[in-house]
Structure formats: structure tokens, C-alpha cells
């Protein structure tokens, strides 16, 4: 397994379009989490998986996004109506579960809103 | 809440140069504690990290020491090369490690 992987790398869209980013963790993780990290700034917390289930979100999550990880390995997050302020880097990282295990972060999939 | 203070950047050292990249935190319990690097172009790699204090993470020539009496975990590497150039962030874990806090980033460049 090569790690965590992402697509598409790059995505540029017109406001008001829908997105769809895909994630692949590493096999055996049943752990994934989506960050987001905007210019200057370290990434931030958007919502976990444990296996299938959604179990944390942040209040960074509106509306318009969701996240789905339907049989517990790849995850999508999908954006609705796409913002100018939604332009990021979005990150996905996966892990082994128990108390602190370590995260492995993909090369993210960057989103550029015109 | 939980927060992470980073010195802001960049910084520019010269090859060979002394490195110290200065982390504080705030959080409730006892938290992990890590330093990531980003490459230019690249995914967030875990440089190192520590899980209670005094412990003292270290990999690549590079160290990290967690200072409970202080909040502290400052980066630090004796001599530094061109290849460190990278963007640093120092992050926290804490609970049932579910998520991530990180700083804002310190970016480093390293010249000849």
C-alpha cells in the first residue's frame, strides 16, 4: 500500500457548481478524517470516520458539505453550491483506531471556487 | 479550548545554521504532541512527536522536546540544509485522538 491517496489534485469550478472529492486511506485504517487548510493556515477539523460511521463534525461543516464513507473504506466529501470562501486545500487522513494513533495525511485535493 | 502557538515566518537561515522553531499550547489533559512538515507540492509527513512530558521525539536530525511546566515543544536542529526548506506545523491531540489541532505554520528556507 502506498498510503493515502486523493482525487482529483487540483479542481477549479464556477460558483454555484456541486464538487465531489474521493479519498483511499490505507487499507487496513478504519479511521478517516477530512481537514481543510486554507492559505497561511494549518489545517482544521471537519469531520471523522470510524469505519462506516460519521461520528464527529465540525461547525465548520455547513450545510452544503457532507461527507460519506459508505462501506468503510474510501470516503467522499461533496460541497453543494461551491462558496469563493470554500477555495482550500482539502486534506483526508486515515488511521488505526485506539487512544492517539497516528494520521496519515494525502497530498490533498486543492479547490479553486471562481 | 485546545489552541497551538507557532512562531510566525518565515524563517531564513543559512546552511549549517542552528534551527529552533518555537511551539506553545493550550489544552485540557494531556495532550500528544507532534510536529509535521510540508514539502512544497506534498502531503503533511509526521516529522516527529512525543506522548507525555519530558518525553523527547527526534528523527532526521531534527528534535522536539514536550515541556509540560512550559506548554512547550520548540523544533529544533543543530544543522540545517537546503532540503529542510518546508513549511513546519506543530499540532496536538488530545482524548480519543479524533482530531488534529494545529498552528498556523512556520515556513523555513535554508540558502546556501
Known amino acids: 500500500d502506498t498510503g493515502v491517496s486523493q482525487d482529483p489534485r487540483h479542481k477549479i469550478t464556477k460558483r454555484g457548481q456541486n464538487v465531489t472529492f474521493r479519498c483511499d486511506p490505507i487499507?487496513?485504517?478504519?479511521?478517516l478524517y477530512w481537514y481543510r487548510q486554507t492559505l497561511g493556515q494549518g489545517p482544521e477539523f471537519l469531520t471523522y470516520?470510524?469505519?462506516?460511521?460519521?461520528?464527529?463534525k465540525s461547525r465548520l461543516l455547513s450545510d452544503r458539505f457532507s461527507a460519506e464513507r459508505p462501506k468503510g473504506s474510501f470516503s467522499t466529501l461533496e460541497i453543494q453550491r461551491t462558496e469563493q470562501g470554500d477555495s482550500a486545500m482539502y486534506l483526508c487522513?486515515?488511521?488505526?483506531?485506539?487512544?492517539?494513533?497516528?494520521?496519515?495525511f494525502g497530498p490533498g485535493t486543492r479547490l479553486t471556487v471562481l | 479550548g485546545n489552541s497551538v502557538t507557532q512562531m510566525e515566518g518565515p524563517v531564513t537561515l543559512s546552511e549549517e545554521a542552528f534551527l529552533t522553531i518555537n511551539c506553545t499550547y493550550t489544552?485540557?489533559?494531556?495532550?500528544?504532541l507532534f510536529w509535521y512538515v510540508q514539502y512544497p507540492g506534498e502531503g503533511l509527513q509526521l516529522l516527529l512527536k512525543?506522548?507525555?512530558?519530558?518525553d523527547k521525539g527526534s528523527n532526521k536530525g531534527f528534535e522536539a522536546t514536550y515541556r509540560k511546566e512550559t506548554t512547550s515543544f520548540h523544533l529544533e536542529k543543530g544543522s540545517v540544509q537546503v532540503s529542510d526548506s518546508a513549511v513546519y506545523f506543530c499540532?496536538?491531540?488530545?482524548?480519543?485522538?479524533?482530531?488534529?489541532?494545529f498552528g498556523t505554520g512556520t515556513q523555513l528556507k535554508v540558502e546556501l
Open positions: 487522513a486515515s488511521s488505526l483506531s485506539g487512544t492517539r494513533a497516528e494520521q496519515f
Open positions: 487499507s487496513e485504517h478504519n479511521r
Open positions: 470516520f470510524q469505519n462506516e460511521a460519521q461520528l464527529e
Open positions: 489544552a485540557t489533559g494531556y495532550p500528544s
Open positions: 512525543a506522548t507525555k512530558a519530558d
Open positions: 499540532a496536538l491531540l488530545t482524548g480519543g485522538g479524533n482530531k488534529l489541532t
